[in-house]
């Protein structure tokens, strides 16, 4: 079984700050990751994903993660925040090489960001 | 090229009533999923299709189901509508459905129970 845990309901920060959003995840078997963000009354757009190869992974918007397999980690971080930013992210997991596609999400981070 | 579609995108029903949402995928995409996300549960995976198969199932009930047809398009059902079935749903596509590709999804759903 799988599970991913993001710690942090809301992380607030201010415009310019460095942005980083935890996920740590538990499973039997490698998984592939990915990181997710939704805006209001959106679905969901993925900013980045970690399947094979380097564990530094750049995504949309200035956005990135590495992927930490001792750790079982996958921490989002982004330099600098925007205003834009602001909106609720998520980090998810599903197993490798299954045939199919079945996410499991972590609970959301919200990233509030001030000016 | 458009992306995933949902209609539509609010819906109001009282309980015990049946309801039908549909989704279009990425053209060429043949892999489709479908998500209930609520405040209390979060995000949960109810289905994949591919191919007018389903591959897997989430730990729903019975009341909710799916269906894909030749040209991809999928419908999901729900029965007997209870209150805590108010959610946004939400469909992804995908271009083959191996777990390696990142999911497209669509601006959702969103169910509302009387």
């Known amino acids: 079984a799988q599970s991913v845990t993001q710690l942090g309901s809301h992380v607030s920060v201010s415009e310019g700050a460095l942005v980083l959003l935890r996920c740590n995840y538990s499973s039997s078997v490698p998984p592939y990751l990915f990181w997710y963000v939704q805006y209001p009354n959106q679905g969901l757009q993925l900013l980045l994903k970690y399947t094979t190869g380097a564990t530094l992974v750049k995504g949309i918007n200035g956005f990135e993660a590495e992927f930490k397999k001792s750790e079982t980690s996958f921490h989002l971080t982004k330099p600098s925040a925007h205003m834009s930013d602001a909106a609720e992210y998520f980090c998810?997991?599903?197993?490798?090489?299954?045939?199919?596609?079945?996410?499991?999400f972590g609970t959301g981070t919200r990233l509030l960001v001030s000016p | 090229k458009a992306g995933v579609t949902q209609t539509p995108r609010y819906l109001i029903k009282t309980r015990g009533q049946q309801v039908t949402l549909s989704c279009s995928p990425i053209?060429?995409?043949?892999?489709v999923s479908w998500y209930q996300q609520t405040p209390g549960q979060g995000l949960q995976f109810l289905f994949e299709y591919f191919s007018e198969t389903q591959r897997n199932k989430g730990n729903f009930p019975g009341r909710f189901s799916g269906r894909q047809f030749s040209n991809s398009r999928s419908e999901m059902n729900v029965s007997t509508l209870e209150l805590g079935d108010s959610a946004l749903y939400l469909c992804?596509?995908?271009?083959?459905?191996?777990?390696?590709?990142?999911?497209?999804f669509g601006d959702g759903t969103r169910l509302s129970i009387l």
């Open positions: 053209s060429g995409h043949r892999s």
């Open positions: 998810a997991v599903t197993p490798m090489n299954t045939g199919f596609q079945k996410l499991v």
């Open positions: 992804a596509s995908s271009f083959s459905g191996e777990s390696n590709q990142p999911q497209h």
